[in-house]
Structures are given as structure tokens and as C-alpha cells.
Nanobody, 123 residues
């Protein structure tokens, strides 16, 4: 079992930046592919980014490419999401995820989910 905890969300003006962090705890916390999803009000959860345990392989949703960067630093039980050039349509609850069973961009395949952290971008 793996537990995930996110922090770093908040309110930011359009064009600003935020860094989300997620810590994984549990027996295999440092062996998981991890990632981020988000869910805006009235919309389905959507894939943001994913990263392999080694950090070598990453994947991004089209809207995240060039603006967001996922990393896991030196501690393999941590994952970060650096978000730049934020827009009002980035407003959502951001969820940390771990251990995908298949496609990274499918919410159904991720085994572990955090509680989410709110990101609000004002215009």
C-alpha cells in the first residue's frame, strides 16, 4: 500500500508560477511511476504529466508541454510539478498518482491517488 500526500497549491495570478510537491509513503514508495492529474469543476479528471521511477521517462499532456515540468529529484518517493505561465483554465484540483496499470493518460489505470490540492489562477 502506498499513501500519497500533495502540497503546494494555492492562489496565483495569471502568468505566475506554482510548484506542487507529492510525497509517497509505504513499503514500495520509491519504486513507483508517479504522475499528476487534475480536475476542474464540471469536468472529468485529465492527465497532466507522468514520470518513471528513474526520472528518465516523462510524458505530458499537450496543454502542459512547455509550461509544466515534472521531476522526482533525488528522493524517489517525491514527485514535483513545476507550473509556469499559469492560465485561468489551469484552475483545478491537482492529484498526485502512483503505479499505473497501463496507459499513463488513463485515470482508470492508476492505483494510488492523493487527496488533491487546489490550484486557482486568477485573471
Amino acid at each position: 500500500q502506498v499513501q500519497l500526500g500533495e502540497f503546494g497549491g494555492g492562489l496565483v495570478q495569471a502568468g505566475g508560477s506554482l510548484r506542487l510537491s507529492c510525497v509517497a509513503s509505504g513499503r514500495t514508495a520509491n519504486q513507483n511511476t508517479m504522475g499528476w492529474f487534475r480536475q476542474a469543476p464540471g469536468k472529468e479528471r485529465e492527465f497532466v504529466a507522468g514520470i518513471s521511477p528513474s526520472g528518465i521517462t516523462t510524458d505530458y499532456a499537450d496543454f502542459a508541454k512547455g509550461r509544466f515540468t515534472i521531476s522526482n529529484g533525488n528522493a524517489k518517493n517525491m514527485v514535483y510539478l513545476e507550473m509556469n505561465s499559469l492560465r485561468p483554465d489551469d484552475t483545478a484540483v491537482y492529484y498526485c498518482v502512483a503505479s499505473p496499470a497501463g496507459r499513463w493518460d488513463s485515470a482508470l489505470g492508476w492505483k494510488y491517488w492523493g487527496q488533491g490540492t487546489q490550484v486557482t489562477v486568477s485573471s
